[in-house]
C-alpha cells in the first residue's frame, strides 16, 4: 500500500517517515501509521521518505598506474536514518548524484596510484575506503551507507585478450618445462636398459662360448680316449671340418639365402681349419676376461 493523505489527515506506510510542517517550518517527524493535521494552524504533511535501503550502481572510468583503463562498477546501499530524516528531506535534492560524486572522486583519487594487477588483488581496500568518506559525507545529510561492494573491473578488450594470451604462454612455457622433463628422464632410463642390455648380452656370450669351448675340450678327450693313435690336434682338426660342412649345409637350406661364395678346395680345408681354430683359441683366452 502507498501512502495516503489529505488536508486533514494521511496515513503512513511502514518503512517511512513523514515529514510535518507548519507554516512552512519543519515542525516534528511523524512515525508509520495514521496522522490528524490541523490546516487552519499552518500544519500539514509536506513529504514523505522511505526508510529502505535503496542501491546505487555507479559506473567509473579510470586509468591505473601502468596505464590502463579501466571501468569499475561500484554497488552502494544506503538509507535514510530516520532521526535524521530532516536532514535527508531539506539539505539533498539529489542525494544519488552526490553519492554518485563522492565515489567518483575517490576512486579516480585511489586507482591511478595501483597497476591493473594491485588494483585487482586491492579491490576491497577500494572499496572500503569508499565507504569510509561517503559515511563521513553522507552522514552529515541524514544517510547511512550500509555496504559498498566492487562488483567488477573491467579492462579494455584488448587488455582483456593480451592478460589472456599472456596467462596462455606462461602455462605453455611451464607445461614445455615438464615435458622436457620428463622426455630426459625417460632418455636416461632407455639408456640405461640399453647399457644393461649390452652387459647382460656380452655376460652371455662369453657364457656360450666357455660353454662352446669346454664341449669341444670334453670331445677332444673323449675321442682321444676311445681312438688310440690320434692327437690332440687331429681330433680338433677333424670336428673344425664337420663343423665347417655343418655350416655350408645350414646355409644351403636357408630360405633367405639364395647365392654364398665360399671359397673350397682341397688345399683350402686345412686353412679354415686353422683358422676356425685359432678363432676358437682366441675366444677361449679372452673367456675368462669376459666373465670378469
Same mark, same amino acid.
Given at each position: ?15 517511512s517517515?513523514?515529514?510535518?510542517e ?10 508509520p ?12 504533511l509536506?513529504?514523505?521518505?522511505s ?13 591505473t ?19 535524521s ?14 553519492i554518485?560524486?563522492y ?11 595501483m597497476t591493473?594487477d +594491485?588494483?585487482?588483488? %586491492?579491490?576491497g581496500?577500494?572499496? *572500503?575506503?569508499?565507504? #569510509?568518506?561517503?559515511?563521513? !559525507?553522507?552522514? /552529515? ?22 592478460m589472456?594470451?599472456?596467462?596462455? +604462454?606462461?602455462?605453455? %612455457?611451464?607445461?614445455?618445462v615438464? *615435458?622436457?622433463e620428463? #622426455?630426459?628422464?625417460?632418455? !636416461?632410463?632407455? /639408456? ?8 647382460l648380452?656380452?655376460?652371455g ?6 660353454a662352446?669351448?669346454?664341449g669341444l ?16 690336434? #687331429? ?9 665347417y ?17 665360399l671359397?673350397?678346395?682341397?688345399g ?6 686353422d ?18
Amino acid at each position: 500500500m502507498g501512502n495516503t493523505f489529505c488536508i486533514l489527515g494521511g496515513c503512513i506506510d511502514q518503512a517511512s517517515v513523514g515529514v510535518v510542517e507548519r507554516w512552512g517550518r519543519f515542525e516534528h517527524i511523524a512515525e508509520p501509521g495514521c496522522h490528524f493535521f490541523n490546516p487552519l494552524a499552518g500544519q500539514w504533511l509536506a513529504g514523505v521518505l522511505s526508510t529502505r535501503i535503496n542501491s546505487l550502481d555507479v559506473k567509473i572510468e579510470t586509468k591505473t598506474k601502468d596505464n590502463v583503463f579501466v571501468q569499475l562498477v561500484c554497488s552502494i546501499q544506503y538509507r535514510v536514518v530516520k532521526a535524521s530524516a530532516d536532514d535527508a528531506f531539506y539539505e539533498l535534492q539529489n542525494p544519488k548524484e552526490q553519492i554518485q560524486a563522492y565515489v567518483f572522486d575517490v576512486v579516480r583519487a585511489l586507482v591511478p596510484m595501483m597497476t591493473l594487477d +594491485a588494483l585487482f588483488e %586491492q579491490k576491497g581496500e577500494v572499496a *572500503k575506503s569508499v565507504l #569510509e568518506e561517503l559515511e563521513k !559525507v553522507m552522514g /552529515a545529510y541524514g544517510y547511512s551507507i550500509e555496504h559498498i561492494l566492487m562488483v567488477d573491473i573491467l579492462p579494455d578488450p584488448s587488455v582483456r585478450k593480451a592478460m589472456n594470451e599472456i596467462n596462455a +604462454a606462461q602455462r605453455l %612455457q611451464l607445461a614445455s618445462v615438464y *615435458k622436457g622433463e620428463a #622426455e630426459k628422464i625417460l632418455q !636416461v632410463k632407455r /639408456a640405461e636398459a640399453e647399457a644393461e642390455a649390452k652387459y647382460l648380452g656380452g655376460v652371455g656370450v662369453a657364457r656360450q662360448r666357455q660353454a662352446i669351448t669346454d664341449g669341444l675340450r670334453e670331445n677332444i678327450l673323449n675321442f682321444s680316449d676311445k681312438v688310440e693313435g690320434t692327437s690332440a690336434k #687331429e681330433v680338433m682338426d677333424l670336428i673344425m671340418i664337420t663343423q665347417y660342412f655343418d655350416t655350408i649345409r645350414d646355409l644351403g637350406n636357408s630360405s633367405k639365402n639364395t647365392t654364398v661364395f665360399l671359397p673350397h678346395g682341397p688345399g683350402h680345408v686345412r686353412d679354415i681349419s686353422d683358422q676356425i681354430r685359432n678363432g676358437m683359441m682366441e675366444a677361449a683366452a679372452s673367456a675368462p676376461v669376459n666373465d670378469v
